[in-house]
């Protein structure tokens, strides 16, 4: 089945750094996905980029399908950053199949 | 996007009995995937629910342990039967979006269980 690599697992910045978090997958993929987990488990979308760039506020994105890998920016990280960074790809290129979830980058930011 | 509510949010149960988690979504989909996150680990998928349809199994779970139901396209349940302190875990629903467009999947709250 189709592999996922975080890195790095664990990353401790200072409130105000920038961070590139990073995904490899090991096949073509339909789906990339970035989740931010919060202390309470909850998993919350960050970005949906099977390929290209999208930017939400401090918060931006990059596949490259071709290359397979992703890479997220964390820019002037805050407090409330911190909590465990997923990478999540479709199993199959077709739609309706289950996530395979990297195994996080746990980020910690301290003021 | 889609709205999933998953209850119960967090329970603790005593070891040997069973818990239900229900998932209800705010439109129509149609599978529902439910995962499992034990502590400090990833999430593992535990099946797939199709309606209509038994719910399909990854290797190391099986249906007598973790009896899934879906009775429409918009609600799940997912059950964690003769519970024992291993199966402390996190469970999380999740669907695909219900547009056409696109594939991106959605979680529920997820449901924070402890078992003494």
């Known amino acids: 089945g189709i592999q996922v690599e975080q890195s790095p697992p664990d990353l401790i910045l200072q409130e105000g750094a920038n961070s590139t978090l990073r995904c490899n997958f090991s096949d073509s993929v339909n789906n990339l996905q970035w989740f931010h987990q919060n202390p309470w488990g909850q998993l919350i979308n960050l970005f949906y980029?099977?390929?290209g760039t999208k930017q939400n506020g401090r918060l931006s994105a990059t596949t490259v399908a071709t290359e397979r890998y992703s890479l997220l920016y964390i820019s002037s990280s805050q407090t409330t950053d911190s909590g465990v960074y997923f990478c999540?790809?479709?199993?199959?290129?077709?739609?309706?199949?289950?996530?395979?979830f990297g195994k996080g980058t746990r980020l910690s930011v301290i003021a | 996007s889609a709205v999933i509510s998953q209850k119960p949010s967090r329970d603790i149960c005593q070891r040997g009995t069973s818990l239900t988690i229900q998932c209800q979504v705010d439109s129509q989909v149609t599978m529902m995937f439910w995962y499992r996150q034990q502590p400090g680990q990833s999430l593992t998928l535990i099946a797939t629910a199709n309606q209509g349809s038994e719910a399909t199994y990854e290797s190391g779970f099986v249906i007598d342990k973790f009896p899934i139901s879906r009775p429409n396209l918009t609600f799940s349940t997912l059950t964690v039967s003769n519970m024992s302190p291993e199966d402390s875990s996190i469970y999380l629903c999740?669907?695909?979006?219900?547009?056409?467009?696109?594939?991106?999947?959605?979680f529920g709250q997820g449901t924070r269980l402890t078992v003494v």
């Open positions: 999740s669907v695909d979006s219900p547009l056409r467009t696109n594939t991106e999947a959605f």
């Open positions: 999540a790809v479709e199993r199959r290129p077709s739609g309706n199949t289950p996530l395979v």
């Open positions: 980029i099977p390929s």
